[in-house]
């Protein structure tokens, strides 16, 4: 079974912090991903990575970043941690090759960010 | 531009009962792909079923079917015989284009009722 992990469950941070979100996947897969969730709005995508030391924007890229150094692991990274980044976040993986049902994402268990 | 739509926020089923979640679509790719994940209180996302724009079939996993119908941009989940373990939010997605990232709707909350 795919497994990523998400190196913590719940965080809370102050307004100005720099906050690492980290995720890590066990089975080589290439593509990495990272969504935020909030009520009523479902996932968006934040970062995605197709490969170590890619990294692309998505649809809510602004007051974050990412860092992909070893194929295994993808960082979230918040400059500047402001109140509105409260979130969910999620991290996926998948094959490459583009989508399909063979290569559907497999989900971390989130981490619940609560920013002060 | 691609989107996906679910209108219902919430469903209630006796358990038992089929149930029908409602999942719409726009995108202008011709080839794409449609998921349902199911994401119990405990947060983790777990995948279901996936439907591909081609496939000549409806897509089928045990409980879960999916309703697809190409013409009107639609692929509803349909559960059946639902469970007590059903109780969850669930999400579809939609995959295309050159990346093929998924787009999620708002999700539908499902609770069995017992």
């Known amino acids: 079974d795919v497994k990523v992990t998400q190196s913590s469950r719940y965080l809370v941070k102050r307004t100005g912090e720099k906050v690492f979100l980290e995720c890590v996947q066990d089975m080589d897969h290439e593509n990495m991903f990272w969504y935020r969730q909030d009520p009523g709005l479902g996932l968006r995508l934040i970062y995605f990575s197709y490969d170590v030391k890619m990294k692309e924007k998505g649809d809510i890229p602004e007051g974050y970043s990412v860092s992909r150094e070893k194929k295994e692991r993808f960082s979230l990274i918040l400059e500047s941690a402001s109140t509105n980044q409260t979130s969910m976040y999620l991290c996926?993986?998948?094959?490459?090759?583009?989508?399909?049902?063979?290569?559907?994402?497999?989900f971390g268990n989130g981490t619940r960010l609560t920013v002060t | 531009a691609q989107k996906i739509t679910q209108t219902q926020p919430g469903m209630f089923v006796q358990e038992k009962e089929a149930v029908t979640l409602d999942c719409t679509y726009d995108?202008?790719?011709?080839?794409?792909?449609l998921f349902w994940y199911k994401q119990p209180s405990s947060g983790e996302m777990i995948f279901l079923i996936y439907?591909?724009?081609?496939?000549?079939q409806n897509a089928t996993e045990g409980r879960y079917s999916l309703n697809f119908q190409k013409a009107r941009k639609s692929a509803n989940l349909v559960i059946s015989a639902s469970q007590l373990g059903d109780s969850a939010m669930y999400f579809c997605a939609l995959a295309g284009g050159s990346q093929g990232n998924l787009i999620f709707g708002k999700g539908t909350k499902l609770s069995v009722k017992p």
């Open positions: 996926a993986s998948r094959l490459a090759g583009g989508w399909g049902g063979n290569s559907p994402l497999h």
């Open positions: 439907q591909g724009s081609y496939d000549q």
């Open positions: 995108t202008s790719d011709p080839s794409y792909g």
